[in-house]
């Protein structure tokens, strides 16, 4: 009997740019082409060259790494970033995108202050899913705490999960600021989960996005899930790589994100095609029932 063949899921890893702060997008490309990463993820801020199409094609033609999402400018620093109307910063990471050849936007939902754009933003959502191929794959996020309060900063619901949207995005270090079950969360997305970004974290009232395998987030079995269910998302890395003492240390740490995500993606095909080797083996003609999608 052959030995069974590991599948690798279709689904591609990339390197968040916002992995390599205080570091450029620049240095983001660089590294993801040196590490093997299957391409970036574009977070919008203050670079000047996330902010600009040319160059970030120049960027990824030149290092043969594809753009694969946009990341929005939903940060309190990207507020005045490509226009202080939030709808307009929403049509220009679209626009972004369809001209990048990236299948996904990540977006954020509003902040509560934002309450025009935040009443509107489900159908407003829905409005612009329907006019584009592109993805907006809405992030589910936290309540912000400090000592023994809590403050609820986003609206409709910094569960995601509570409304009603085409695509998700989890983000498993925002599950774990929350202290929410990553897993039943992946749960209620079910097929409409089409992004995550991988990265842990401990509970923390800080968003702290460690690297997988650092923290108490289910980072191995949502990624095992992942392989069993055929996502065909992209599972993005981004990790705070701040406190690297070097640039020698911050690439460790994003080869050892990718190790890790690789391992588990294909760990969990490896031991389905274990499985049906045996079923096979044993004369019986029933087969392995597939798993539950997420």
């Given at each position: ?13 990339a ?9 450029s997008t620049?240095?983001?490309f660089?590294?993801a ?8 993820e574009?977070?919008?801020w ?8 040319e160059?970030l094609?120049r ?11 946009v ?19 929403l049509?220009?990471a679209?626009?972004a995108?369809e001209?990048?050849g990236?299948?996904?936007v ?12 935040a ?7 829905w409005r612009m899913?329907d006019e584009?191929?592109?993805?907006f794959?809405?992030?589910n996020m ?8 809590e403050m ?10 509570k ?8 983000d ?8 929410t ?7 209620r997305m ?6 995550v ?8 009232a800080k ?16 990624l095992e ?5 055929g996502?065909?998302?992209?599972v993005v890395?981004?990790?705070?790589t ?14 050892e994100?990718?190790?890790?995500t690789?391992?588990?993606l294909?760990?969990?095909t ?6 049906s080797?045996r079923?096979?083996g ?5 087969r392995p029932?597939g798993?539950?999608?997420?």
């Amino acid at each position: 009997m052959a030995e069974p063949v590991v599948r690798i899921p279709d689904a591609k890893v990339a390197l968040s740019t916002a992995s390599v702060y205080p570091e450029s997008t620049a240095t983001a490309f660089e590294i993801a082409a040196r590490l093997g990463y299957d391409g970036v993820e574009i977070m919008v801020w203050t670079d000047p060259v996330s902010q600009d199409i040319e160059a970030l094609r120049r960027l990824s033609d030149y290092h043969q790494v594809p753009i694969l999402a946009v990341h929005a400018p939903c940060l309190l620093i990207t507020q005045r970033v490509w226009s202080t109307d939030p709808w307009v910063k929403l049509q220009r990471a679209r626009s972004a995108a369809e001209r990048l050849g990236a299948s996904t936007v990540v977006v954020h939902p509003p902040f509560r202050w934002q309450r025009q754009y935040a009443r509107d933003f489900v159908t407003g959502i829905w409005r612009m899913a329907d006019e584009t191929d592109v993805r907006f794959a809405v992030e589910n996020m936290y309540p912000w705490r400090y000592k023994d309060r809590e403050m609820l900063a986003y609206a409709p619901e910094w569960d995601v999960t509570k409304d009603d949207y085409r695509h998700f995005t989890v983000d498993l270090s925002h599950t774990a600021t929350a202290r929410t079950d990553a897993l039943a969360m992946i749960d209620r997305m079910g097929d409409r989960l089409g992004h995550v970004h991988l990265a842990d974290g401990k509970g923390s009232a800080k968003d702290e996005h460690l690297v997988p395998g650092r923290g108490n987030q289910p980072c191995a079995e949502l990624l095992e899930r992942l392989a069993l269910t055929g996502f065909d998302g992209h599972v993005v890395i981004e990790v705070n790589t701040r406190r690297a003492m070097s640039a020698a240390e911050r690439e460790a740490d994003l080869a050892e994100a990718l190790a890790f995500t690789r391992l588990h993606l294909a760990s969990a095909t490896a031991a389905s095609s274990t499985g049906s080797a045996r079923s096979t083996g044993s004369g019986s003609s029933s087969r392995p029932s597939g798993a539950p999608r997420p």
